[in-house]
């Protein structure tokens, strides 16, 4: 066959040598199919593809398991020809593999996405995920958080800067600002090791305490999947940092029978009101403080005598209102919907340390906490001879399921118990009361209950 002319288009039919002027001079026939190849006589599979639009670029074509398979080089004006013919050559040895080059691109594209998308999950920082915490997170059996530890979270994670509300000067950072700048998957014994050691110079308790609470976030991200790979959960719990905490020894503070008239005498003594009957309504009912602070006159039932109070492990709990308690919040005047009301933003106390603290001092009692008022109800209502069930059942804990066969009573049932307690602790305290008219009301006739 004759040889074409050197400005003829090259035969598409036919192997020929690529060269530039050929490939110059290759073309697709409007009149023909949208795409043309011209075969390379030195590479098997090479080829050069031209649209009728004019568009050229080497492909390689070969076939696999009796499939064709295809693949594009690229554009003629960017590859080569010896570029090229390299690239055909590698191809036709994958094939010779048995392998396709389709899948091995595929993979490598999805091996691409995975890599990209574990920089991105590993440049997620924890103060971007501890947001999503507070809002999605909660404690184990619970629907929320509580509203105080919710508060907490969020101050141990302040960044701080701000105008105290008390005393001059701004706020400290949270303990565990420093760790919100940290990737989440940097979180690990030694960088949560070296943050504890920092934090623990200020104050080990305050440091345990924020651990505490970002063990619990730890243990939040590992639950999620996409921050599971990212997540070391035992971080938190590694030897290295749990030998340095401080020991968790429980309180055991409590007033002695021989100190209740001495600290009645002083709370009744107190200029605050609220802060004097509200310490005094922790003694004779066990409550926990915030549960009791957070009491409205609406939950007050002085015609039935029952008191309707926040509750840490159901939402709510009632309870007997005994004759002295009843009299003590009758005294107490009406400014709000809160029955412990103070001129705070709440409107309620909030904080009676300070007034406990001048109690206890004119009374010569070291050591007492809020909390500690809570256990001598305890301590005091077994000294009075009610049974274990019912002073747990007042207090909101669960009655035992060996001591009691778990009962709960009803209110009426728990009545004559709690005013057992009341006389004891009012007889202790050398309080003395007549029962005036009306449910109830009673008259103070003798001792400090003014």
């Given at each position: 066959m004759a040889r074409p002319k050197k400005n003829e288009a090259p035969d598409t039919t036919q192997r020929v040598n690529l060269t530039v002027?050929?490939?110059?001079?290759?073309?697709?026939?409007?009149?023909?199919?949208?795409?043309?190849?011209?075969?390379?006589?030195?590479?098997p599979g090479l080829r050069v593809r031209v649209t009728n639009t004019g568009a050229k670029s080497f492909v390689f074509e070969s076939k696999l398991n009796r499939q064709t398979i295809r693949r594009t080089i690229g554009d003629v004006r960017v590859w080569s020809i010896e570029q090229a013919r390299a690239e055909a050559r590698r191809l036709a040895v994958v094939l010779d593999n048995g392998l396709d080059p389709r899948e091995i691109e595929?993979?490598?594209a999805a091996d691409k996405a995975a890599h990209a998308a574990a920089a991105a999950a590993h440049a997620v920082t924890v103060g971007e995920v501890w947001p999503l915490y507070l809002e999605h997170g909660r404690p184990k059996r619970r629907e929320a958080w509580k509203p105080r530890y919710l508060a907490d979270l969020k101050a141990m994670a302040a960044p701080g800067g701000v105008k105290k509300k008390r005393g001059e000067g701004l706020t400290r950072p949270g303990p565990l600002s420093p760790l919100l700048a940290l990737?989440?998957?940097?979180?690990?014994?030694?960088?949560?090791?070296?943050w504890y050691d920092r934090e623990a110079l200020a104050g080990r308790h305050q440091a345990a305490r924020a651990l505490m609470m970002f063990r619990g976030f730890l243990r939040w991200c590992a639950g999620r999947p996409e921050y599971r790979g990212q997540t070391d959960r035992e971080a938190g719990?590694?030897?290295?940092?749990?030998?340095?905490?401080?020991?968790?020894?429980?309180?055991?503070?409590?007033?002695?029978?021989?100190?209740?008239?001495g600290w009645w005498a002083g709370v009744a003594q107190l200029g605050n009101g609220a802060a004097s009957a509200y310490l005094r309504a922790l003694l004779l009912t066990g409550a926990r403080r915030e549960e009791l602070a957070a009491l409205t006159w609406a939950n007050v039932d002085l015609q039935w005598r029952k008191l309707t109070i926040a509750d840490k492990v159901d939402a709510t709990r009632?309870?007997?209102?005994?004759p002295y308690l009843a009299q003590l919040l009758a005294s107490l005047p009406r400014v709000g919907p809160y029955v412990f009301a103070s001129a705070s933003k709440s409107g309620r106390i909030a904080d009676a340390r300070s007034s406990h603290a001048k109690a206890l001092q004119g009374a010569g009692i070291e050591g007492l906490t809020i909390h500690g008022l809570r256990r001598s109800f305890s301590?005091?209502?077994?000294?009075?001879?009610?049974?274990?069930?019912?002073?747990?059942?007042?207090?909101?804990?669960?009655?035992?399921?060996?001591?009691?066969?778990?009962?709960?009573?009803?209110?009426d049932a728990l009545r004559p118990f709690l005013e057992q307690i009341e006389s004891h602790i009012m007889g202790l305290a050398g309080v003395v009361c007549v029962p005036d008219v009306g449910p109830g009301m009673l008259r103070v006739v003798g001792g400090t209950a003014a």
């Open positions: 002027g050929v490939i110059e001079r290759l073309t697709c026939r409007t009149d023909q199919k949208a795409q043309a190849f011209l075969r390379d006589s030195q590479v595929r993979q490598q990737p989440l998957a940097a979180i690990n014994e030694d960088s949560l090791k070296a719990r590694a030897a290295a940092i749990v030998e340095n905490l401080p020991s968790n020894t429980r309180r055991t503070d409590a007033l002695e029978a021989a100190q209740v008239p009632t309870i007997p209102l005994t301590l005091l209502g077994e000294a009075a001879g009610a049974p274990a069930g019912a002073i747990a059942q007042v207090m909101g804990h669960k009655p035992s399921a060996t001591a009691e066969g778990y009962r709960p009573r009803s209110v």
